[in-house]
């Protein structure tokens, strides 16, 4: 009996070594692979589209002519508004989520709006001025800082901002009539930011706000009355720019720069 139980022992074991011996070996985990990540580094290039809206205020610092009829304080403003459209150029380099980038743009700008102040003499008289206020061209240098979730981009960006201002008046009632216009180029700053998403991997769309501000200056609008003259300070302050943007990327200067583990 002893002899029975030690063989069948022995075959059970026998068998237990051939069936572990079968099994397939543990494999060893693998290291994760990080998922694809968008591409925001490179240059790119695009246009822009969208609308402006601000104010000007203009104060009266000297009037030697017969047909302006302000003279002096207290000041007047008024409201502008309208389309803006150009084109900007920039480079975007990226380091894991976070995208620092350099840009230009620049718009055409009908950016505008006119006031009667209905001031001086009697009516007729004296309430016949008509000012016009024209933001023509606008062109913004900024850097931009953004955080990117794979082809989704939220960044902020500011810097320079200038822009090319034309002021005039014109007085068309009543035995003295004239009319004058002046134009600037201004200097300012500029913040905003904006949403912006990739399509596919060189094509991108994005909704942006800007806020300008722009230096005031001083505007000689004599015109047809000079040598006599008739100046405004006048301040485009606090202009608003919303626009739609299409860039192309041509992802030079390689891709993201990302962690490793």
Known sequence: ??????????????SSSGFTADLPAKARPMAPIAAPIYNWSGFYIGGNAGGGWGRADYLNTANTTLFGDVAGPPPFS???SGFIGGGQI?????????????EAMYDYSDIRGSVNPLRGGAPPLGMDDVFETRIRSLFLGTARLGY???NWLLYAKGGYAGGDVRVSVVDTVGANQGAGSDTKWRHG????????????????????????????????????????????????RDTHL??????????????????RY
Not at 1 to 11: K, S, W
Not at 90 to 102: A, K
Not at 215 to 233: H, I, K, R
Not at 243 to 256: E, Q, S
Request: proline share 3%.
């Open 189 to 236: 700053w500029t913040v905003g930011g904006g949403l912006e998403y990739g399509i596919t991997p060189n094509w991108t769309v994005a909704a942006e706000y800007n806020y300008v501000r722009l230096q005031s200056g001083s505007y000689e609008l004599g015109g047809t009355a000079a040598p006599a003259v008739y100046t405004f300070d006048v301040d485009t």
């Open 1 to 14: 009996m002893q002899r029975v139980l030690l063989a069948a022992g022995m075959l059970a074991f026998a």
């Open 78 to 80: 008024h409201n502008t």
């Open 148 to 150: 990117a979730w794979n």
């Open 242 to 259: 919303a626009t739609i943007r299409l860039n192309y990327k041509f992802d030079w200067g390689g891709g993201p720069v990302v962690a």
């Open 90 to 102: 920039g480079f975007n380099w990226q380091v894991t989520n976070w995208v620092f980038g350099l």
